[in-house]
């Protein structure tokens, strides 16, 4: 349980942490700039919670560190939100007497450079080139670290979940399973448009109704499922990535991931719904799958070949025909446990019956088109990885919960003066 509640506390930091990976990585460019100042009023405060003050500054700084984490919504106002909540919190903090040591804060740093695949230094140096001081990073991580401590102390207990309840949620013991409903989009990305699609993925992360995401899928996504606005039917969690599936366990209705990369291409994904069902929930030991790949990428002479191919023939058994006399290099196959399928491959078979086959996928650069074709996926009887998976999801959406309602009756009860 030790992991479990190591992984449940930082999961609220990794989203902010991955979103500041994902900027970095992908090359993207922060275009967010702070309304000027005057220097005399720098310092004077901007709201204050109950004694304490927000300053100008300070919320200068967190909206420039929230245009870093790509945190969705309008950067100054969720800045001025999350400082609030930061007043809340040390108050609390201080009146318990946590507060992390300087070699804490000085890992957690260190760790949130990490995902970015940084230095704490080259992390440094890149917040710097964006107009943000050390001081935010460190107060930023002073709080979270803090408040993940406080949050542990006081509502463990009440958000581990039980063992039936983690059967239930793996939908073992024939109590039932769950099902998601999700919305996709998925954007092809290269060199040439990396910028492009940054703007896109920003815009698409504030959206905040399902049918504005239905509309940017439609106009945008290179997938099938964009005839239907991106909307994906109800599918077993079990189906999905395992990488995945706790990325979707924590998403409330209406929310979006953040970009995922993809080979090749970024998916984002909405969630529309989750139930649980009645029955066992099957989990799976192997994937098996063919790959046969198509000189043209998504042309439309590629794309029509594919579609030939893929009506002619009624399991994965037939591509060997189809690839016969060619280099073996235009087919593959594989049988792998879900965790080692490459994550595009994975999601994509998440939507297909054996035998079924998709053309979304490219290779190459975009320039390959793939054909893939689901050929089966064994059953896995035993005790599974997935497990731990489950339960670290239902602890972390417990302890934010239980962390989210505490915060509201905080705020209830403070003094809260805009300036």
Request: no cysteine.
């Given at each position: 349980m030790q992991t479990i509640l190591t992984q449940a506390f930082s999961a609220s930091l990794?989203?902010?942490?991955?979103?500041?990976?994902?900027?970095?990585?992908?090359?993207?460019?922060l275009s967010l700039t702070a309304a000027p100042l005057a220097a005399q009023g720098l310092f004077s405060p901007v709201v204050t919670v109950d004694s304490a003050v927000v300053t100008h500054y300070e919320l200068q700084q967190r909206t420039l560190f929230m245009g870093i984490l790509r945190t969705p919504g309008n950067p100054e106002i969720l800045a001025r939100e999350e400082l609030i909540k930061d007043r809340l919190k040390l108050a609390e903090l201080d009146r318990v007497g946590i507060s992390p040591s300087e070699e804490a804060i000085t890992a957690g740093m260190t760790e949130l450079a990490g995902r970015a695949n940084l230095s704490l230094n080259e992390f440094v140096t890149v917040l710097k080139q964006n107009g943000i001081e050390p001081e935010t990073l460190r107060d930023f991580t002073r709080v979270g670290l803090g408040w993940r401590e406080y949050v542990s102390g006081r509502f463990l207990s009440q958000a581990r979940p039980t063992e039936a309840e983690i059967d239930r949620a793996m939908g073992r013991s024939g109590s039932g399973g769950v099902q998601v409903l999700l919305s996709e989009l998925i954007v092809p990305i290269n060199e040439q448009n990396v910028q492009q699609v940054q703007q896109l993925t920003d815009q698409v992360g504030e959206l905040t109704s399902f049918a504005a995401f239905s509309s940017a899928a439609t106009q945008y996504s290179a997938s099938d499922s964009r005839n239907n606005g991106g909307r994906l039917p109800w599918m077993n969690l079990a189906k999905l990535p395992p990488q995945l599936q706790p990325v979707v366990l924590a998403l409330e209705p209406g929310e979006i991931t953040e970009p995922l990369p993809l080979q090749g291409a970024v998916a984002m994904f909405q969630m529309r719904g989750v139930r649980e069902v009645t029955g066992s929930r099957q989990r799976y030991s192997a994937i098996e799958y063919a790959a046969y790949y198509i000189p043209g990428g998504r042309s439309p002479e590629a794309l029509a070949a594919g579609q030939k191919i893929a009506d002619s023939i009624d399991s994965c058994d037939d591509l060997y025909g189809v690839a016969k006399d060619q280099d073996p290099s235009v087919l593959d196959r594989h049988s792998l446990v879900p965790a080692e399928v490459p994550q595009d491959i994975a999601i994509e078979l998440a939507k297909l019956d054996p035998n079924e086959t998709s053309l979304n996928l490219t290779r190459n650069e975009g320039q390959t088109l793939m054909l893939l074709m689901l050929c089966g996926r064994?059953?896995?009887?035993?005790?599974?990885?997935?497990?731990?998976?489950?339960?670290?999801?239902?602890?972390?959406q417990r302890l934010e919960s239980l962390s989210n309602g505490f915060l509201e009756q905080?705020?209830?009860d403070a003094l809260i003066i805009d300036k």
């Open positions: 990794t989203r902010s942490f991955s979103r500041t990976a994902a900027a970095i990585t992908l090359g993207f460019a064994t059953a896995d009887l035993g005790e599974g990885e997935s497990r731990e998976t489950v339960a670290n999801a239902l602890v972390q905080l705020r209830a």
